[in-house]
């Protein structure tokens, strides 16, 4: 906080997030928090410097807008309801992410005023966090970013240091500052300040305090603050200064761990207090009154026997224990002036003054009560969320079923009746879908995982739907990950189970996907010529110059008289295998151009001849720029190509195609427009392709 001020008399802003030893699963939690808080400080701002701020982030974001909505709803204050985005490509989703989210960064981070931003307790970053961080170091002037974790939690093979060792091989300036423990004479110092006293008196108490903390400041201050509770550090005021006796402090053989010291220290509160501190430590930082009540009155209604919880606090009694953990320094209120001196608010929100005394408070509660108050915490949550910002919190609420599920579904599985096990797996695959499409794959992995860990083979059966988009989204997150293991084994279980050949499409179009990510060309071919055969679309192996030829009469052919502007009025495509052999084809399209190149022109003659005889799909205008190209680069029929040039930017704009934009007006204006016209008339349409390639990744 020393930073602060400096920061923001320069007109900077300084943001801050801490990552959560309980929430490690949630993606970007600690850049989430920094960038609540940069939002709460825009919003005090008048409202002439509010709608400034409004118009950049707006031009910064451009029709992404939704994007960053997703991840950190508070945006949406200032901005505005966004429209949606549209679905794309894995890979291109998550360029699109990082892009979108460089350019929100750079909006703040100018020479008039930098951003600062401190996240803490990186030990505990997720993986997703991480690679977003790596992004945003690389890509950003004007930033100082500040992070702190324990060394002694981190190795050299955590990906923490790796992330950091690719850094430092570039130009990318990366200090480390290692805050030791204090030695022994800094220890002393720090007693005697504290005590008013002279350094020869307190010596002998500096050392048996460093003996027994180490050295770490935060514990030699609890360490002191023991020693006077418990009457062995007292102020005599008749000498005017503070008395103790080694030989009793010795005597006492007080812990020389933090967390059982802070844990001690705990169980001499109030009953009321340390139920309050248990509830709290298991919602996590931050947390509000009316979860913490809610809670307790659940555990009482349903009559669970929980040791220390099962009473149950009425609100005003939770009110004074919080007052107790307050005036204790276990926790303290956050947020504006006028929630943080009014202990009562029921929107108040409170957090642990260090996650060594949540962890104690923690270490108190024993496994299985822990499961059960986790699972009553999620049970609230999910039930006093209203369903429109249920989604917002899905995160939250999942984490908190998840870690009381274990206890309930395999020790006790008749108390967790099939439609309450479904509905678990359904928020699993919530959560899941929205992590993978905030490219947070290995969280998307874990929740879906869950899920289907929560599901049997009868399932199949009676819950289709539900564990066939487990399995699929499950595979894509693994694949995504590069685990490409766990994707094989959950595709094989899909193409087992699969009740039709259409809800297989989706799990060759991963496997594809992943060999192309591999470098496997050839497979990533074979596997598409074999869905076709399946769909009933034969195309050779490996086809020589006869059979290319005689596609390209047989193209012609379909084609026959109809005038190429005429096909943009072609129906749309509505037959579902078709749909999936246009999917399939062009996913392959581009593994066949660098590995089999043959075939690729009789892959875009066949979704020409799809397209003319069941109509048109988002595909289609890609096609058609592809088939525009060959007629002018290769068969030499200039005016036909141009017009398929024009037909396929003709269903660009008809369809709205925006992840297919980029690509097909760099089709067209690199390969098509210049036989026809000068090459500077294309400058502007590139440009367009380029910023479109940019907005879609």
Known sequence: QEIYKPITEKRGYFIAGKFDQLQRNVPYSAVVIAFQDLVRQLLTENQAQLTQWKDKILAALASNGQVIIEVIPEIELIIGAQPSVPTLAPTAAQNRFNLVFQNLIHVFCQPEHPLVIFLDDLQWIDSASLKLMAFIIAQSHYLFLIGAYRDNEVDAVHPLMLMLADLQKTDIPIQRLSLTPLALPNVNQFIADTLNNTLEKTASLAQLVQIKTGGNPFFMGEFLKTLYTEKLLNFDFQQGGWQWDLAQIRARNITDNVVDLMAEKIQKLSEKTQQVLKIAACIGNPFQLPVITSTQNSLRRNQLSITNVNQGLMLKDDIIALQQAVAEGLIIPVGDEKLRTNLGNLNTEYKFVHDRIQQAVYS??????????????????????????????????????????????????????????????????????????????????????????????????????????????????????????????????????????????????????????????????????????????????????????????????????????????????????????????????????????????????????????????????????????????????????????????????????????????????????????????????????????????
Request: proline share 3%.
């Open 364 to 697: 108190l509660i024993p496994d299985k009560e822990k499961q059960l108050l986790h699972w009553q915490i999620g049970h609230n949550l999910l039930e006093n969320i209203p369903q429109r910002h249920q989604e917002q919190k899905i995160f939250t609420i999942v984490d908190q079923l998840n870690a009381g599920i274990e206890l309930i579904h395999h020790s006790s599985p008749e108390s967790l009746e099939k439609v309450e096990q479904i509905s678990i797996a359904q928020l699993n695959l919530i959560a899941g879908k929205k992590a993978k499409a905030s490219a947070a794959y290995q969280a998307a992995f874990n929740y879906l995982t869950v899920g289907i860990g929560l599901l049997d083979k009868s399932h199949w059966q009676t819950q289709y739907d539900l564990i066939l988009a487990l399995y699929v989204e499950a595979a894509e997150a693994a694949y995504l990950s590069a685990n490409f293991e766990p994707m094989e084994e959950l595709l094989e279980v899909v193409l087992q189970e699969a009740k039709t050949l259409l809800d297989t499409v989706k799990v060759y179009e991963i496997r594809i996907q992943s060999y192309i990510t591999q470098n496997k060309m050839l497979e990533a071919v074979e596997i598409g010529l074999h869905v076709l055969k399946l769909l009933e679309v034969s195309l050779p192996k490996n086809p020589n110059q006869v059979q290319i030829i005689l596609g390209l009469l047989q193209t012609k052919i379909t084609l026959g008289r109809k005038r190429i502007e005429d096909l943009a009025n072609l129906p749309e495509m509505t037959d579902p295998y078709q749909l999936a052999a246009m999917c399939i084809l062009s996913s392959i399209d581009t593994a066949a151009y660098i590995g089999v190149p043959k075939i690729f022109p009789l892959l875009v003659f066949k979704q020409i001849h799809l397209s003319v005889k069941y109509g048109n799909t988002i595909v289609s205008a890609q096609a058609y720029a592809t088939y525009g190209l060959i007629l002018c680069g290769v068969v030499g029929d200039i005016e036909a190509g141009s017009q398929f040039g024009k037909l396929a930017l003709t269903l660009l704009e008809r369809f709205n195609i925006k992840e297919f934009k980029a690509k097909i007006i760099y089709t067209v204006n690199n390969f098509i427009r210049h036989w026809k016209e000068h090459p500077k008339d294309t400058l502007s349409s590139m440009l367009m392709a380029y910023q479109a390639g940019l907005e879609t990744g």
